[in-house]
């Protein structure tokens, strides 16, 4: 055996391991997301006034939705099965036309009847938007908003664009866009399973778990870059797979603008980014071609270039300079904090914190890290208070089915006017409760559909089975995004991107349950007949 063999042989062996780890760790995270979301489920508070609380759940009844939702399933599949290849796909264009028509006419008419109108956060950055237009620049100064929360410069841009062509604080541009981008999600997340799985149904069942998101459709009014950057880490998706398809470099250049804008739109985009150059070097080692790794550089470095350029517009415009925001190890201090009973949540820490050293970034980590510190020193003399800090943060986070969509859009601006009956009954009456319920029951299957896949994908990758190495790509995100909501602020929409990025794999863990339930009758009868 030559040295270009031997060389061969140990890449496909730190492949395997790699992904071996990788499996590990879904696995580990499904199993766990699956028993509490059929045990019980996080009803979080809508006005902001109360607090959240666990609710107990029929565990039996979560299941057989999940079988009944597995066996449906798999009816389509032998319907479909039975059609030639074109009829097939005539079908799944027919149901992704109806789908993203119906999510367009949806989107539209909630967004418009839907008063919300943004607050905090929202109404920070684009304000700072609008200022900058008017050559006002103050609250980049040492101590100003966006001078301690640099990451809101991205979208603020992005805010100034739009603006500019529509108007200052007209945001109802942004909410028509916001439509826009759940079809461009729609689209793309049909183009990544076309190109990586062998079964129309995938793609029909895709489109159908998109349109009932329940959550997706409420963040639409949502005057911030949640929306979008979850838009766009899908397109970045189809376009990394479509290029290792293709090997044509216009899906780099797709996944690269997709890249940039959503890591504009919100800084936890890096995890995604992160997770492409792990999937470079995977699909390199399996390949054993280095375009994969040099392509995967292109994206980052655009990524990278484009918040850089961002940085250095306004330094330009403004004078002020940029790197003197609040330090990131204050928001992981942050997260390890009990704030009024609750684990992680946002209690002005960080900022308090950078205020008390006159906005200097040094000290103020300083303090973090010892606060860190000691903190995982009573975490490490007391592991049953751990267990039970993160479990309630992890729970707080991943098991509330609406993910705090309605409590994040609760403010209105209704001139003064009563809300309608539908949007009063949907926050606060009847119409909540049914969608809370509803959600509750689909997040189970969502859950329960990724946890068997993961146990289905390592069948496949102990018997060393061909896996699309495309499907990694956004399991590797969604892997890093559970064990960064373990470190960071503890809330429910920061960890949303992900849940709809683990929905291009429900249709392949519906599937493979249905599989399983259908081959029970031939295995019971087998085993008679051997009797």
Known sequence: MNTRQLQTDK????????????????????????????KYSYYGAVDGRTRGVLVGDKTWAHIAVFLAASLCAMGIDKVLMKKDKSQQEKICLCTLIVTSVIAFILGVFYVCKNPYYPVGDQINTTAFAAYCRDGNFSML????????YQQQKGLAILYEILFTLFGDFNYRPAKILHVVWWILTILAGYGFLKLNTDRPVFRMLYCVMMLGCFPLLFYLPYIYGDVLSISFGIILFYGVAAYEHSG?????????????????????????????????????????????LLAGFAILLTAALTVKAVDVMYE???????????????????????TDGMAGVYNRYQQTTFAEHDFQQEPAAQEGKEYIRERLREFRENPAMARDFFKR?????????LFSSLKATESFD????????????????????????????????VYL??????????????QKKEIPTALWLPLIGIVGGFLFSIIWEAQSRYVFPYYVFLILFVPMGLYETGRAISRLPKHRRKTTEQN
């Open 11 to 38: 890449n496909q062996k730190l492949y395997h391991a790699l992904l071996g780890i990788l499996l590990v760790c879904a696995l580990a995270m499904m199993m766990l997301l699956s028993y509490w979301a059929c």
């Open 141 to 148: 100064s040492i101590g100003g908003y966006v001078g301690m």
């Open 248 to 292: 044509q470099k216009r899906y780099i250049a797709l996944a690269s603008f997709a890249a940039g804008l959503a890591v504009l739109a919100r800084k936890n985009t890096w995890i995604i980014l992160i997770g492409v150059g792990i999937y470079a070097v995977l699909v390199c080692l399996k390949k054993k071609k280095g375009q994969y």
């Open 316 to 338: 330009y415009r403004s004078g002020y300079p940029s790197d003197i925001g609040i330090p990131s190890i204050l928001w992981i201090a942050m997260g390890l904090q009990e």
């Open 393 to 401: 943060k992890l729970e707080d986070q991943w098991i509330e089915p």
């Open 414 to 445: 209704t001139d003064g006017e009563p809300l309608s009956s539908g949007i009063t009954s949907l926050y606060y009456g009847n119409i909540h409760e049914t969608v809370w319920k509803l959600a509750n029951y689909y997040q189970s299957i």
């Open 449 to 462: 559909a990724g946890l068997v896949l993961g146990i289905a994908l390592c069948g496949r990758w102990w």
